[in-house]
């Protein structure tokens, strides 16, 4: 379903050290961003804040994963925001562990029969709202240009937009809303790029860049940017390889 998913964090070194502790070394490093498969973590600026209240879960092949991934951390100092357990609130067969990074977001690793013993990457996303009907028809808007579906969930303060497997869980509640995350997802033509942008702009969300190639990626690289209703970075690419 993901692309990848870049967040701005506080203090690159620490943040650096506190994922390798639980993902091992980047699969691509360089001055800008430091990569562990489709996750990244990026240095704020002016125009990109820090990312704050979002919720990542990462893959885990075992429920001795899960409790691997959440111990390294532990040991390391980090703080925890929920035991390794099961957690059939969410499905019957669910066993995640969660911790806090260094600016506060919640990361999770979660095992669950059937879905996950591939290990990362990431699994799913929870990201919190201002307004879900907003959110949700925003996503309608882009969601056929991305082949994704939104869907219904069990509770009438959230909805999901999801790929085959992997899923991210838009809701609203009392808590912060999620601020600051860059969301990109693979779409197979450089015309499903345009398509993305198109059907955004033309319902009035705002264009943050617009279809074309961006070689400082790398050769071939398409991509296409709008804001969600949050202000949240979302990209439609297509890497042309």
Do not use: C, K
Not at 3 to 26: C, K
Not at 63 to 91: C, I, K, L, M, N
């Amino acid at each position: 379903m993901f692309d990848h998913v870049e967040i701005r964090v506080s203090d690159r070194e620490a943040s650096r050290r506190f994922y390798t502790t639980l993902l091992g070394e980047p699969t691509f490093t360089d001055d800008e961003l430091d990569e562990w498969l489709d996750f990244a973590i990026v240095e704020p600026d002016d125009e990109h804040p820090v990312t704050r209240n979002l919720h990542v879960a990462f893959a885990a092949r075992s429920r001795d994963d899960v409790d691997a991934f959440w111990q390294r951390a532990v040991d390391a100092g980090y703080r925890s925001d929920g035991e390794p357990g099961p957690r059939p609130v969410y499905t019957p067969d669910y066993y995640g562990g969660f911790l806090l990074d260094p600016d506060g977001n919640s990361v999770e690793a979660v095992h669950r029969p059937g879905r996950t013993e591939s290990g990362p990457p990431i699994d799913h996303l929870w990201i919190r709202v201002g307004d879900l009907t907003a959110s949700r028809r925003f996503y309608e808007t882009v969601a056929p240009a991305l082949g994704l579906t939104v869907g219904d969930a069990r509770f009438p303060d959230m909805f999901p937009l999801a790929g085959r497997q992997r899923h991210a869980m838009f809701v609203h509640d009392e808590r912060p809303r999620t601020e600051n995350v860059h969301l990109a997802f693979p779409v197979p033509t450089d015309e499903a790029v345009a398509e993305f942008h198109r059907a955004a702009t033309a319902a009035g969300y705002r264009d943050n860049g617009g279809p074309g190639e961006r070689p400082q990626y790398h050769p071939g690289y398409v991509g296409a940017f709008v804001l969600d209703p949050d202000g949240n970075n979302i990209e439609a690419v297509n890497h042309n390889r």
